[in-house]
């Protein structure tokens, strides 16, 4: 184990009612904007707790941070919040609004265009913000991470920046999700754990079963969900799990860490506008063949650890492993094939050109370059 000193200050206020907290938390006097995204919080009665528990704030309001939220949008975001002088900042949505929000927050503080903020890939010079979750799936609410997508050059890039103050979950706000966001939020959930999990085994034990829990429980949460999405502890239970996922918890100590599953991921939403945890389905079982020389080893443990996989040459169970993930993600109601999405060979080359052009090569042993992430993309064709 690594030495390392690990804080994470996010305060997290979860259950049933806590939107009616949110004033609690916020210093009095701030200017707040309250950030949302395309309307689904005026729905399901998020926004009317929301706008009744900030009565005795100055608020501003800024609608409109899409899904895989632009660059294009939180320009005008940020005018609008130097025009109003707000000093806190309130993201109510899923990971896009917080993503975008994060983003918002240094950009308040900085003279130039907030892309340059993107491209540099962190800014801590930044506005208070808090979060009110609506989707669970990306850990935004409990991590410096955020993904900025640019329209005008196709690119999709990660930025860091500060947590958030506190974040508040209440599940009965994910009771409204349609069943493509919770197969979104399932899969991006289970490949968090994955990309700080299936590397190599021996690390850490700790590490291994905490992870292993996380997996253990969005399998086992997954049919229930689909058989009742207002089931309360059940949707808790998965509120916390991407919470838990993306945290920093699983990763104590330096465990390795891959990534490559999402980056390859990203490329296919920037051109495509898949969703994020849809382009995960497609890409892990690839990235799991593709690197089962390295990987092997972690893909037998988790194999028997999670599927009970326990028979077979060392190359049937790590197929039978690859084949369970896929057939897991098939039903969240995830297609798992790019040409199922109507994608070909013209954008595995552009990624593969991507990733050359700009010299980058993912996963624990930095082996996912353009060529690799060619095969890869070659592997779920
Ligand atoms: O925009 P509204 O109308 O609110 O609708 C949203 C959106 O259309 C809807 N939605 C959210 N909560 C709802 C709801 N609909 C009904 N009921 C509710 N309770 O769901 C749609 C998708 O929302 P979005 O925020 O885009 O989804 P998600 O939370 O999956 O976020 C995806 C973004 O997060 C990034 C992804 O790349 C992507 O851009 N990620 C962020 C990470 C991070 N910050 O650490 C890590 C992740 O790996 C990920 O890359
Ligand atoms: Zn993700």
Do not use: C
Not at 43 to 51: A, F, G, R
Not at 165 to 179: G, M, N, R
Not at 233 to 244: K, N, Q, R
Not at 327 to 341: I, P, Q, V
């Amino acid at each position: 184990m690594n030495n390392f000193i690990f804080q994470n200050p996010v305060k997290l206020i979860m259950g049933k009612g806590t939107i009616s907290e949110l004033a609690n938390h916020i210093p009095a006097g701030k200017r707040v904007m309250v950030t949302f995204g395309g309307g689904s919080v005026k729905k399901n009665n998020v926004y009317s707790q929301v706008v009744e528990a900030l009565k005795g704030f100055y608020t501003v309001e800024f609608w409109g941070i899409e899904a895989n939220p632009t660059i294009e949008t939180l320009r005008k975001a940020i005018v609008l919040g130097k025009e109003e002088k707000v000093d806190f900042l309130v993201a109510v949505g899923g990971g896009s609004v917080i993503d975008g929000t994060k983003l918002i927050s240094a950009g308040l503080l900085y003279d130039g265009d907030a892309w340059d903020l993107v491209l540099k890939g962190y800014d801590t010079n930044t506005v208070p913000l808090a979060t009110v979750l609506t989707l669970p799936a990306t850990g935004s609410e409990m991590n410096q991470g955020a993904v900025i997508s640019n329209m005008e050059t196709k690119e999709k890039f990660g930025f860091f920046s500060n947590y958030p103050v506190f974040s508040i979950l209440d599940p009965e706000t994910t009771f409204t999700l349609p069943d493509n966001q919770i197969a979104n939020g399932l899969a991006d959930t289970f490949v968090h754990v994955m990309e700080q999990y299936l590397t190599v085994p021996g690390v850490s034990r700790l590490m291994d079963r905490w992870a292993e829990g996380i997996l253990h429980t969005v399998v086992e949460i997954a049919p229930l969900i689909r058989k009742d999405k207002r089931n309360y502890d059940v949707m808790a239970e998965f509120m916390l799990s991407a919470t838990m996922a993306l945290n920093g918890f699983v990763a104590l100590g330096g465990v390795p860490q891959d990534w490559a599953t999402h980056m390859i991921g990203h490329e296919l939403t920037a051109l495509h506008g898949l969703s994020h945890g849809h382009t995960l389905a497609i890409v892990l079982p690839g990235t799991m063949n593709l690197l089962r020389a390295s990987k092997g080893d972690k893909i037998i443990q988790y194999g028997e650890r999670i599927w009970g996989i326990t028979e077979g040459t060392r190359d049937e169970r790590i197929d039978k492993a690859i084949e369970k993930t896929d057939e897991f993600f098939r039903s969240l109601g995830h297609t798992t094939r790019l040409s199922e999405e109507g994608i070909g060979m013209d954008t595995v080359e552009e990624v593969e050109r991507r990733f050359n052009e700009r010299g980058v090569a993912f996963g624990e042993n930095h082996s996912v370059n353009g060529e690799m992430a060619r095969k890869i993309l070659i592997d779920r064709m």
